[in-house]
């Protein structure tokens, strides 16, 4: 994704099992090379985390915008 990744958007790199395509190569974007999957950012579970990640997204955008639901 070389614009990055819309909020509430499915990365295009997670194969069937939310694993990624592209780990450990060197197109790896920067920001999942420092992404850190905790518990409190991940969750315990996939419905845990998706909606963990959404919080997250839509607390970060900009005032007006919204956070699809795409892909979940």
């Known amino acids: 994704m070389p614009d990055g990744k819309p909020a509430g958007e499915r990365c295009i790199q997670l194969d069937t099992h939310n694993r990624c395509q592209i780990f450990g190569l060197p197109e790896r974007p920067e920001v999942c090379l420092r992404f ?17 990640l959404r ?18």
């Open 36 to 52: 850190s999957a905790t518990v409190d950012v991940c969750g315990r579970s996939d419905p845990e985390a998706y909606e963990l």
């Open 55 to 72: 919080w997250l997204e839509e607390d970060t955008l900009p005032k007006g915008d919204s956070v699809s639901t795409q892909g979940q």
